[in-house]
């Protein structure tokens, strides 16, 4: 049963199994009946292009992002997930969200409650992996994703609470999210950049715990950076009375039939001495020593509690562990999580928290969501920004007709942004085909769904080409109602929420505060009653 879960897409999970004597055609049948079924445990992962990832790459010492550099010796080990920010290994089911649980279940929960010092047992901020998949796949149903098309969703909408959105691992059908509540609840909590730091596969020879190799990868560990990484290989697991599963080899084993044949994990420690005999010679190498901690989305029954070691070895491509003792396997080997690659790549994130003022509500009809994109832009002349957000090269091929609302994050001063600026949004169709774009209509509402400018419709259809509109905006401070004017409403909205009858969105608290002490309250409604009647 173990040899099952193992070989198959578990990538990086297969890190640790419980096969105490592999043969090589049992570990091969045992890859192709649990990547045919996945009716036990499901895989997901589509690779991101590496290109991308060197563009994301993290030089040590980098603090634009302050990110945390540390001393220059390493402790022997390390272990992320007894920290009070990670969240309790669980399972996907039988659905292909491992990158969604990797990145946003483990990764994004850690960070976020990290960054605000909220422990998970009192906090209850768990990110919902449905959330960040629905985006990435859209009406795709259960289709595998990239962890660089979820690192874009958080970017783009953020990321909600497993309570907001909960996750059903037995729910083969995915839908764009279309409640507005959420998208304004998710955009207070997204992510700020990822990085990747990597290991060369061909060049590099790590031959004990100590091998600089190791080093970039353990320093991120250290610094406190959950890391995830993705495989495309199946894994020989043996079970060590000392430390439990270990991932002692991984072999190339490439599905060609099925395209979510990857498996995307989390990496969360390291510890050198950890150690298995492989070769069987009754002597531990240096070689033998030392693993990474791996988190998996398999469950808690799942090899050491859904959790599994990976041999620094296994990052070889070839072995630095004398002997034969890899004759018996039939495939070739590879290092763990290269997915076919030069390096192995192992990416880590920054998040932040947001204060969403304006967000853009767009309803439309498209006959393909991946050959859709949606940017914002505004400017006042002078500058200008975009924020590009769904579809966002996610979304699935299939058709969409709904409506989609995504912050305008690029707006960090509001002071100039809500007076004679121009707001917009342009669509883009990147086929000439029958899949067109129609039945459009726009508005610019705040976080709690009132709106601030009606676009209204558009007869439009974009095909092959791109549709753009703006509108200026004219608020000024005390125009709670957006009526582009003073009014004793304004003052009226003012004091009913602070008698608590009404609730203020963020751009309106921003707008009520009058005299600009920080405070919303009935000093601002007499003010702006008075400059009313003045």
């Known amino acids: 049963m173990k040899k099952n879960l193992l070989s198959m897409c578990i990538a990086v999970s297969l890190l640790a199994g419980t096969i105490l004597t592999p043969a090589g055609a049992d570990v091969d049948k045992a890859y192709e009946t649990a990547t045919a079924s996945c009716t036990e445990h499901c895989y997901g992962v589509l690779p991101t292009d590496e290109q991308t990832l060197i563009e994301h790459a993290y030089t040590e010492g980098d603090t634009v992002y302050g990110i945390q550099t540390v001393a220059a010796s390493l402790p022997s080990s390390v272990d992320l997930s007894t920290s009070p920010y990670f969240p309790p290994i669980t399972s996907q089911g039988n659905r292909g969200t491992c990158a969604a649980f990797a990145t946003t279940y483990y990764q994004f929960t850690y960070e976020y409650n990290r960054l605000n010092r909220t422990p998970v047992s009192t906090s209850g901020f768990i990110a919902s992996p449905q959330w960040t998949y629905s985006h990435a796949v859209g009406d795709d149903g259960n289709g595998g994703t990239s962890a660089s098309a979820i690192y874009n969703t958080l970017k783009a909408t953020g990321a909600n609470s497993l309570d ?8 083969m059908t995915s839908r764009w999210p279309q409640d507005f509540a959420l998208s304004a609840k998710a955009a207070e909590k997204r992510l700020k950049e990822w990085y990747t730091v990597n290991i060369p596969a061909s060049t590099s020879v790590i031959t004990s715990p100590s091998s600089t190799e190791l080093e970039t990868v353990k320093r991120r560990l250290i610094s406190g950076n959950v890391l995830e990484a993705d495989t495309d290989t199946k894994f020989e697991i043996k079970n060590s009375s000392s430390y439990g599963s270990i991932v002692t080899r991984v072999g190339v084993k490439y599905n060609e039939e ?17 150690c298995f005999d492989v070769n069987g010679d009754g002597v531990i190498s240096p070689s033998e020593k030392g693993a990474f901690k791996v988190a998996n989305s398999w469950g808690s029954n799942w090899e050491n509690s859904g959790y599994v070691w990976v041999l620094y070895d296994t990052l070889n491509k070839n072995s630095q562990i004398s002997g034969n003792w890899q004759s018996s396997f039939t495939s070739a080997r590879a290092a763990a999580f290269t997915c076919g690659k030069s390096k192995s790549y192992y990416k880590f994130i920054t998040v932040m928290n947001d204060t969403p003022y304006v967000f853009g509500k767009m309803t439309l009809s498209t006959g393909s969501m991946s050959q ?5 832009e505004f400017g006042n002349g002078i500058s200008s920004s975009t924020t590009n957000t769904a579809f966002y090269n996610v979304g699935g091929y299939s058709p969409f007709s709904g409506t989609i609302a995504f912050p305008y994050y690029s707006v960090t001063d509001i002071s100039g942004a809500i007076c004679g600026c121009d707001w917009g949004f342009t669509v883009k169709d990147s086929t000439n085909d029958s899949k067109v774009v129609s039945g459009m209509s726009y508005s610019l509402v705040d976080n709690l769904g009132n709106t601030i400018i009606d676009f209204g419709s558009y007869n439009n259809t974009v095909n092959n080409t791109a549709f753009t509109d703006k509108k200026t905006m004219n608020l000024i401070v005390g125009d709670v109602d957006y009526s582009t004017g003073l009014s004793s409403d304004d003052a009226l909205m003012v004091l009913q929420s602070v008698n608590g009858v009404t609730e203020l969105s ?12 920080g405070v919303v309250n009935s000093e601002d409604a007499q003010l702006i009653l008075d400059a009313v009647v003045s």
């Open 372 to 376: 859709t994109g949606i940017s914002t």
């Open 506 to 517: 963020n751009l309106q608290k921003y707008l009520g505060d009058f005299n600009n002490d």
């Open 258 to 274: 099925y395209d979510r044949s990857l498996h995307a994990m989390a990496i969360v420690g390291y510890n050198d001495n950890v």
């Open 164 to 171: 907001d959105v909960p996750y059903n691992g037995q729910d």
